[in-house]
């Protein structure tokens, strides 16, 4: 899962983005509004964390123009005390969720987790496929109830494409999405997950989608 922070203060910046990359997040951060609305143009995101007093170009005016667009992007955004006003226009302009300064980091990440739950339109939040089921609050993996353990990248690439049950994912999608703007990502690294994932869960879980990407695609409750 792949995050855009926009947080002009250095030191909750860099707390937030600490934080979150060790919950197993990707996270891109930028520190103006007028950075963030090109990020946003031209990158995929899953969840946009969004402080609103930024210089310049404020947080709500980045805000209105992804809605604008139409883009459904999960948005939480950072407000000081005493900006009610800012709030609810922050709301009312589509924020998804807000946090008011000072909070605690366990709060953002459970919101983070509670947006990107909603998003992908579920209420439980624990991911299931069939016997497989990951939950991202513990990073657990289990297998008809037994734990698997899985390095990060594995993780993060099973957590993606189970979110994603039954759209194709393209390979710069997945690509962003587990490691944002870094670009020294070896070509076959993602080949490498995929084959890993497979023997430990079965060829059939991931489909290659020849030239395009990956899918997982979903089951019937049935099966
Ligand atoms: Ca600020």
Redesign the pocket.
């Known amino acids: 899962m792949r995050i855009l922070l926009v ?3 250095p030191l909750l910046g860099d707390g937030i983005r600490a934080g979150l990359s060790q919950d197993g997040y990707v996270v891109d951060w930028v520190t103006s509004g007028e950075s963030a609305s090109h990020a946003l143009a031209s990158e995929n995101f899953d969840l946009l964390v969004l ?4 210089p310049h170009k404020s947080g709500l005016e980045v805000l209105a123009e992804l809605r604008q667009r139409d883009d459904p992007l999960p948005v939480l955004i950072l407000t000081a005390r005493d900006t009610v006003a800012d709030r609810v226009r922050g709301l009312d302009e589509g924020a998804d969720d807000y946090l008011t300064k000072p909070f605690d980091l366990e709060e953002l990440y459970a919101r983070v987790r509670a947006l990107l739950r909603r998003s992908a339109g579920r209420g439980d939040p624990c991911i299931t496929h069939g016997d497989l089921v990951l939950d991202p609050r513990t990073h657990q993996v289990t297998l008809k109830g037994k734990p698997v353990e899985l390095p990060q990248g594995e993780y993060r690439l099973l957590e993606l494409l189970l979110q994603a049950q039954g759209r194709v994912l393209t390979r710069a999608h997945i690509e962003q999405s587990l490691y944002g703007w870094t670009r020294d990502v070896e070509s076959n690294t993602i080949e490498v997950f995929v084959h890993h994932l497979r023997k430990k869960f079965g060829r059939e879980l991931i489909r290659t989608v020849r030239g395009v990407g990956y899918a997982i695609d979903r089951i019937s409750e049935s099966n």
């Open positions: 947080e002009d203060d402080d609103l007093g930024l």
